[in-house]
């Protein structure tokens, strides 16, 4: 079974400057989930989805970060304009149906954030 | 608010010297705790989910214990490919969310 596939990998911008990640879930998973990692840190939800329905956005800055799942299943991130504290890695995970009290999350790789 | 706290924060052992891992954790009533492996440049890969006090899971070197307050992940005669960060997470009852703690880099030498 392929996992959770992000893109890209590696960004560098300036700041102010716009900038877009991608995820690809495994198939079938239908909660989809960002997290941000900062160095030396454990990941913080940004924005949790449920097939193409955002239902935990509560932790996503919403004055410069959007997210969206059109069709349940791709997902993009974007922040515009990025600032230098938004350097980080961007994990996407996501989970089976009925397993959302199991904690057994599927992550990408990441998309790792520099920001100059 | 609920807090996960892992200690410490770098570990480093001798191939074959077991030793353990913390994680305490203030939580406004326990759904589950979780335990994730995450190697460099790459994401957490779920190790297992721990529900009740009492409650031990196992895996190859890994065992996973749970109290009222902690949980440790005790790892016996590890080996160099078990050196990674083990990061810790819980999530309340009546929460979808997984709250981390910063993870234990674990480094063991050949």
């Known amino acids: 079974e392929a996992g959770v596939v992000q893109s890209p990998r590696y960004k560098i911008i300036e700041k102010k400057q716009p900038v877009a990640f991608w995820c690809n879930p495994i198939?079938?998973?239908?909660?989809l989930y960002w997290y941000r990692q900062n160095l030396g840190q454990g990941p913080e939800l940004l924005i949790r989805?449920?097939?193409?329905?955002?239902?935990?956005d509560s932790q996503l800055p919403k004055d410069r970060f959007s997210a969206e799942r059109l069709k349940g299943v791709d997902s993009t991130l974007k922040i515009q304009p990025a600032e230098l504290g938004d350097s980080a890695v961007y994990l996407c995970?996501?989970?089976?149906?009925?397993?959302?009290?199991?904690?057994?999350?599927?992550f990408g790789e990441g998309s790792r954030l520099t920001v100059l | 608010e609920d807090q996960v706290t892992q200690s410490p924060e770098a570990l480093r052992l001798q191939e074959g010297e077991s030793s353990s891992l913390n994680c305490s954790y203030t939580v406004s009533g326990l759904r589950g705790l979780f335990w994730y492996r995450q190697d460099p440049g790459k994401g957490p890969e779920f190790l297992f989910t721990?529900?009740?006090a009492g409650e031990e899971k196992e895996k190859e070197r890994l065992k996973a214990t749970l109290t009222k307050k902690e949980s440790f992940l005790h790892i016996t005669a590890p080996k160099p490919e078990d050196s990674a960060t083990y990061l810790c997470?819980?999530?309340?009852?009546?929460?979808?969310?997984?709250?981390f703690g910063q993870g234990t880099r674990l480094t063991i030498n050949p």
């Open positions: 721990l529900y009740s």
């Open positions: 198939s079938g998973h239908n909660t």
């Open positions: 989805y449920e097939n193409e329905e955002a239902v935990d």
């Open positions: 997470a819980v999530q309340a009852r009546g929460a979808q969310k997984l709250v």
């Open positions: 995970a996501s989970s089976r149906p009925g397993t959302a009290n199991t904690g057994e999350l599927f």
